[in-house]
């Protein structure tokens, strides 16, 4: 069974570059019909989609975030990777790793446990 | 972008009852149209995609339906373990958006 499982910094400076990773194990990241993605919820608050990377490479970010967006994959670890620059404090939030379905229609069909990163000084 | 509204925000229902939350998007998105249920301090987990397919291992009792910019999730009937936070989400466009979410409480 597919699981993924976020790391990196729980904690970044205003200003800074956070900076996660989410490996994937029981399966590999360069299986057909899949891409995958990063989503965030700041505390008590709704989802926001994020990103994500296709098989070739590709990548679609949120325009509200583009500027400051890095999705990238390492094949050889199975793993893939998140890099947000500049963050300030609304960047607080349980950031989520996940695979997209991507076949006729396109879905969020397994998710990291997330991971909390707190924007403060 | 592609705003999807969810409504109620919240609701209170009693284990047993049939509950419909539904979502509308600001423009058509044919059947593009996920559901996902949350628990606290847990990921999402999908439920419905593609407006009405029932994701493998969940159980019957969810359904969705809805096409062009209405549509449905409905529980026939709550079970405990179903309260819970409920979002939508539409991947019509490649900016993928999220409903606000619908929080079901037990009445």
């Known amino acids: 069974q597919l699981q993924l499982h976020e790391s990196g910094s729980g904690l970044v400076k205003p200003s800074q570059t956070l900076s996660l990773t989410c490996a994937v194990s029981?399966?590999?990241?360069?299986?057909?019909?899949?891409?995958w993605s990063w989503i965030r919820q700041p505390p008590g608050k709704g989802l926001e989609w994020i990103g994500y990377?296709?098989?070739?490479?590709?990548?679609y970010y949120n325009p509200s975030l583009k500027s400051r967006v890095t999705i990238s994959v390492d094949r050889s670890k199975n793993q893939f990777s998140l890099k947000l620059s500049s963050v300030t404090a609304a960047d607080t939030a349980v950031y989520y790793c996940?695979?997209?379905?991507?076949?006729?229609?396109?879905?969020?069909?397994?998710w990291g446990q997330g991971t909390l990163v707190t924007v403060s000084s | 972008d592609i705003r999807m509204t969810q409504s109620p925000s919240s609701l209170s229902a009693s284990v047993g009852d049939r509950v419909t939350i539904t979502c509308r998007a600001s423009?058509?998105?044919?059947?593009?149209l996920n559901w996902y249920q949350q628990k606290p301090g847990k990921a999402p987990k999908l439920l419905i995609y593609?407006?009405?397919s029932l994701q493998s291992g969940v159980p019957s009792r969810f359904s969705g339906s809805g096409s062009g910019t209405d549509f449905t999730l409905t529980i026939s009937s709550l079970q405990p373990e179903d309260f819970a936070t409920y979002y939508c989400?539409?991947?019509?466009?490649?900016?993928?958006?999220f409903g606000q979410g619908t929080k079901l409480e037990i009445k």
């Open positions: 996940a695979r997209v379905r991507t076949t006729v229609s396109q879905y969020f069909d397994s």
């Open positions: 029981g399966g590999s990241i360069s299986s057909g019909g899949y891409s």
């Open positions: 990377i296709f098989q070739s490479g590709s990548t």
């Open positions: 423009q058509s998105i044919s059947t593009y």
């Open positions: 593609a407006a009405s």
């Open positions: 989400q539409q991947s019509y466009s490649t900016l993928y958006t």
